[in-house]
């Protein structure tokens, strides 16, 4: 009997499903929120653990191994996109050989041995190029690292971006699977979990750009790098403390192999003449080899035949034009970590007659927004919305992405004009070191609408791909949103170099080396245009898209 679309006897199928009943009933209970001090414990230790290693991993390279910015920004761009870019090989070695919960695993031991080796470069001096002044760093005359040191150092981000491919794509799609969503109250607990995994990576977030770089500038990096490894450790006790209540689900094969599978089948049975309802027993449709919670119903879209793999390949179709949009949508998060800290250089960054922010520092009031506006978002918002829409969520997913959307394009309009006038004033007003008269919190509105854009965009797509690609698939769905990140950041650097380029040959460049002779508001306004066209882009594709409609295997 072929697997592509072959037919096969009642009985069998019969058969199946008894079988499948029976592994079912024998399955332990998911124990919902009782397993999440130990799933998200891990998570938001393995994320205070990478995010303070590398919130001031820049100053690191430049003071201690005497790289210039260029070189500097060079290897952490390259590690960067290797980061991103593991997840995807990360989540195809869950889904189709080892389980989430061993690539967790992997990934964590990974992790921990990439922190303990660059805690090492910190610790032994023979690790590192010898000590040098700030004046010989500025003129070039300090002596930079050898081959074994910086073959070392390359080792350790190597170790790190293994665990990044391990534990990011499963993480989520493993604290799912412990919900029962066959039930109303597993079904809320999982769409609170979202808005939760963002609050504490917020609040993580602000420990690491605070009090661990803190620590980092003026202490020692090796406490600075010494106190993440620990939490990492602790991390990998906390994850292996619940294995006795944990859901584990099994790998099922190659999914990529499974889709090629597909295609194949529609090519050899291009010329079938296909009946407008299905007739039982004419499409092979096996029972379930694994003891899934649910299924993807069958739909019209796409028709080739009713199998499981067939409904997995229109799924990822349905998905990608969503997914495409997405990566346009984050250019707008992708300028705050950039121009918004040289606007913040040029404005007066005293806060009261005694404090003074450091300029890299102006994005926690991101995250401070964030921290106060999803729990209440969560927690009072959404339950207003379902007594109204009589929806679960409050809104559909699309519609949490779209706002996140509408957030970003007016993110970008109000960056535009509060720059006119920073720029107006610096030059009007400024003096010789070109720094306007405004405090730096004129930035504050700018910072604040980006917050509200995360909020919707990336937990809403964070939700979406979990829920919208079957559970053997959640861990590839998972990493699109780390493909995201990698490709708005070459968007973002294409859009850059481009605008830059083109401004500079009719004289008038929008991004010059001085901020003040620049036209960095028409730079937002460009990105604000693009949002836009990128939203309605996004409108077509979303009133194109079918929700997976799912069933209770009995």
């Known amino acids: ?45 393995e994320r205070l653990a990478s995010f303070g290693l ?5 100053v690191y390279l430049q003071s201690e191994y005497h790289m210039n910015q260029v070189k500097a ?25 080892i389980g989430k919960f061993w690539t967790i695993a ?39 690292q050898n081959k074994a040191q910086l073959g070392i150092l390359i080792a350790s981000l190597c170790w790190l971006s293994i665990g990044t491919g391990g534990i990011r794509p499963c993480s989520i799609p493993f604290s799912v699977d412990q919900f029962d969503l066959t039930t109303e109250e597993g079904r809320k607990g999982n769409n609170s979990f979202y808005n939760l995994y963002y609050t504490t990576q917020t609040i993580v977030l602000l420990i690491t750009q605070t009090v661990v770089v803190y620590i980092q500038n003026v202490i020692s990096w090796a406490l600075g790098f010494g106190i ?27 999914v990529f192999a499974a889709v090629a599978q597909v295609f194949v089948a529609a090519y050899k049975k291009r010329q079938l003449n296909l009946p407008v309802d299905e007739v039982d027993g004419q499409f092979y449709n096996p029972p379930f080899s694994r003891s899934l919670l649910l299924e993807l119903h069958p739909t019209r ?49 005293h806060f009261g007659p005694s404090i003074k922010i450091p300029a890299g520092s102006v994005g926690v009031i991101t995250l401070i927004a964030i921290a106060i506006w999803l729990p209440f978002y969560d927690g009072v918002v959404v339950a207003a919305l379902e007594e109204v829409t009589k929806q679960e969520g409050g809104i559909t997913l699309l519609q949490r992405i779209g706002i996140g959307n509408l957030f970003s394009i007016l993110t970008m309009l109000v960056s535009g004009f509060i720059e006119t006038e920073r720029r107006l004033s610096a030059l009007s007003h400024g003096g010789t070191d070109g720094i306007a008269p405004m405090t ?4 504050t509105p700018q910072l604040i609408l980006i917050g509200f854009s995360e909020i919707f965009s990336i937990v809403g797509l964070i939700e979406f791909y979990n829920k919208q690609f079957p559970e053997h698939m959640r861990s590839i769905g998972n990493s699109l949103i780390y493909l995201t990140f990698s490709f708005a950041s070459y968007a973002s650097s294409t859009v850059i170099s481009v605008v830059h380029d083109v401004s500079a040959r009719h004289g008038s460049n929008w991004l010059s080396n001085d901020i003040n002779t620049s036209k960095l508001d028409y730079f937002y306004f460009l990105i604000a245009g693009i949002s836009s066209l990128n939203f309605l882009f996004f409108l077509f594709c979303a009133r194109r898209y079918h929700y997976r409609s799912s069933v209770k295997l009995m």
Not at 9 to 32: C, F, V
Not at 76 to 96: E, H, K, M, Q, R
Not at 440 to 443: H, K, P, Q, R, S
Request: overall charge negative; aromatic content about 10%; some cysteine.
């Open 301 to 349: 879209q796409y028709r080739l035949c009713s199998v499981q793999q067939v409904e997995d390949v229109k799924c990822l179709i349905n998905i990608i034009p969503i997914w495409l949009t997405s990566v346009l949508g984050f250019l707008a998060m992708n300028q705050q970590g950039t121009f918004t800290v040289a606007q913040a250089l040029k404005m007066d960054l």
């Open 54 to 58: 590398m919130a001031n991993f820049m």
């Open 440 to 443: 730096v919190m004129w930035l």
């Open 228 to 254: 993440p490894t620990l939490c990492m450790l602790f991390a990998i006790v906390l994850f292996f403390v619940g294995t006795k209540v944990y859901i584990y689900i099994k790998p099922e094969g190659s």
């Open 106 to 144: 992997f990934g964590s031991f990974s992790s921990l041995l990439g922190m303990i080796i660059m805690t090492v470069t910190a610790l032994l001096p023979q690790l590192r190029p010898p000590p040098c002044s700030h004046e010989g760093q500025l003129h070039g005359q300090c002596v930079g």
């Open 73 to 97: 920004a060079t290897l952490l761009n390259t590690w960067s996109a290797a980061s991103n870019f593991a997840p995807v090989i990360g989540a195809y070695v869950s889904d189709a050989f």
């Open 1 to 45: 009997m072929s697997g592509t679309c072959s037919s096969f006897s009642p009985s069998e199928e019969e058969i199946g499903a008894a079988d499948l009943q029976d592994t079912n009933t024998n399955q332990r209970k998911p124990a919902g929120w009782k397993a999440m001090p130990f799933v998200l414990g891990n998570e938001t230790f």
